[in-house]
């Protein structure tokens, strides 16, 4: 079987660059994170490699495109870790639960950020964190004079401003790390603001 970091490139399949994943890693072993809810699958890579930190670790991810989510399914079996990891193979604006998770990985539509921070920030458990990933968007936050097309501008544009509205924002704790991956947000929410 091929690398899934090999199929995902050969079939342009974006998936959590390596210093990410790292960083993503290190957050689940400093929060002991044992519940994750990740925000778009693609071919279950991310997934993978969080339940394979620790045999503890329940993970419950959304992909919406078929193709993606059979993909994912394969993989997870061909790992074993389908008792793990629960896939939906649905859109995450229909997505509704009551569970509550120590990790939400956020990883789908950058332009829904805000909305899936709104959406599911009643399933963050006490201490637990939201993490986002692609903020930076390949640098092209930072420059948005680089973008090559309207809607590139249109949606970095939108991601600065989710950006700034939540580093803002009083009832979160916020630490932003551009430089890592393609940009990483790491964010809290302070107790009585639910
Ligand atoms: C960057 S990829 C996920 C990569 C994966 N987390 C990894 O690192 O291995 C984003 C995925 O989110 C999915 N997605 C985007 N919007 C979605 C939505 N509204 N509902 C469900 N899945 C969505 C896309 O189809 C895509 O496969």
Request: aromatic share 0%; net charge positive.
């Given at each position: 079987m091929v690398s899934l970091k090999e199929y995902a490139k050969e079939h342009h399949v974006p998936i959590i660059q390596d210093e990410g994943l790292i960083f993503l890693l290190k957050t689940i072993n400093d929060y002991r994170c044992k519940k994750i809810l990740e925000l778009?699958?693609?071919?279950?890579y991310s997934a993978i490699q969080m339940a394979k930190l620790d045999k503890a670790i329940q993970i419950v991810t959304i992909e919406k495109k078929e193709e993606l989510y059979k993909e994912a399914q394969k993989n997870i079996k061909y790992e074993g870790l389908e008792n793990r990891i629960v896939i939906h193979n649905m859109n995450i604006d229909d997505f509704e639960t009551n569970e509550l998770f120590d990790l939400i990985f956020v990883d789908a539509a950058k332009a829904q950020y805000g909305k899936y921070l709104k959406k599911f920030?009643?399933?963050?458990?006490?201490?637990g964190v939201f993490f986002f990933d692609n903020l930076a968007f390949h640098g092209l936050v930072e420059h948005?004079?680089?973008?090559?097309?309207r809607n590139t501008k249109q949606l970095v544009k939108k991601i600065k401003k989710f950006i700034e509205e939540t580093l803002e924002n009083p009832n979160y704790s916020c630490s932003y790390y551009p430089d890592i991956g393609d940009g990483i947000m790491i964010l809290k929410i302070k107790e009585n603001t639910l």
């Open positions: 778009g699958s693609a071919i279950g920030k009643k399933n963050l458990a006490n201490h948005p004079e680089l973008c090559k097309s």
